[in-house]
Every structure is written in structure tokens, then in C-alpha cells.
């Protein structure tokens, strides 16, 4: 991602932040939240984890149950690399979730969340020997996704998480599985 799109990423995250903080009540039948998150995405294979990034948003319709979309996207790292081969990946995913909370007792905004549902996991590979491509192309699935995770609300309208989350398994070229999960660090501001 260039600096240019970081920044504007960034600005557009703090936009956000200030109208949540602005526009917060108590809504009596849904809580909506919009997020950012950063963390680390893992595919069989690759020598090297990538930097994740993206945005999420989402709507608890009870203090336990809600409804959660991602997009994420990760940056360029070595996959397979051979004595005259260098290969990079990419990751692209886009999911929805049905989203379950629970909030520990006594103390002060602590929860566990669960999701599940279905994600869309896209692998760009670009693999090039002595600077000629060789492979250029990318494959997907679609398919059932989910995670674990813990949280702090920080104030009734702001939060942090960290979360595991699995993804679709992907095929190689030559047709084997490759299994895709990561790690994230959220925050996430409530309307």
C-alpha cells in the first residue's frame, strides 16, 4: 500500500472516530460500529507472514448477538522462493459473520467474541525467474470463515479486540490446500 492510501486510510479512520464519539446514544434495537485492524495473515507455503489491514463493521441487534463485514487486505511477502525462482503473495478477503459475544462478569467491559460465516479468500501470486514472469495469476474460494477473540470496551462507545480468525483454504497451481488464518488487532467505535 503506498503512503499516500495509508494516509488517507488513516484519515478516514480518525473522520470516523470523531463522528462515533459525536453522534453516540443508546440505540434500543441495534448498535451499530465501524472498525479498522491490523495484524498478521498466515498461508501454508509462504515463508513469510504478510501484513494485514482492513476495515470491519457491524451491528449488535442484543449485548450478545449481532452481525459483523470485513475487508482485508495484506501486503506483498516471499511465497515459495527456489535456487532461480522468487515468488511474492497477496491477500485479499471479504467476509460476513454472525457474530456472538459474552461479556465476563465483574469486570468492567472484558468480553469473549465469536463469529462465523462465510469470507471470500483471493491469493494473488506473481512468481518470476532471472526477472521474467513465470506465473501470474491469482486464486480464490469462497467459503465458511469464523474466528475467536477477546475485548475491551474502553468507553461505552469505543472498543478494542484481538482476534484469530480462519479463512477459506485456497488451491495451489498444482492443486493442494493451502490453509489461510491470521492475527488481528482491532479498534472499533460504536454510533
Do not use: C
Amino acid at each position: 500500500m503506498k503512503t499516500l492510501q495509508k494516509a488517507l486510510l488513516a484519515l478516514v479512520a480518525g473522520s470516523l472516530m470523531s463522528v462515533g464519539a459525536q453522534a453516540a446514544f443508546n440505540y434500543n434495537t441495534a448498535q451499530p460500529y465501524l472498525g479498522v485492524k491490523v495484524g498478521q495473515y498466515d498461508l501454508d507455503g509462504a515463508e513469510d507472514e504478510a501484513t494485514s489491514y482492513g476495515v470491519y463493521g457491524g451491528a449488535k441487534f442484543t449485548p450478545n448477538f449481532g452481525v459483523e463485514a470485513e475487508y482485508m487486505t495484506t501486503s506483498d511477502e516471499d511465497f515459495k522462493t527456489g535456487p532461480l525462482t522468487k515468488s511474492e503473495y497477496n491477500g485479499e478477503v471479504y467476509g460476513l459473520y454472525a457474530t456472538g459475544y459474552y461479556h465476563f462478569p465483574n469486570t468492567n467491559g472484558i468480553y469473549a467474541k465469536g463469529r462465523v460465516g462465510v469470507a471470500k479468500n483471493e491469493v494473488e501470486v506473481d512468481s518470476k525467474v532471472a526477472d521474467f514472469d513465470v506465473y501470474d495469476g491469482s486464486e480464490s474460494e469462497t467459503g465458511i470463515a469464523g474466528g475467536v477473540g477477546f475485548g475491551y470496551d474502553f468507553t461505552p462507545n469505543a472498543a478494542v479486540e484481538i482476534a484469530y480468525d480462519w479463512y477459506p483454504s485456497i488451491d495451489d497451481v498444482a492443486g493442494k490446500d493451502l490453509d489461510a488464518s491470521g492475527f488481528t488487532l482491532g479498534a472499533n467505535f460504536k454510533f
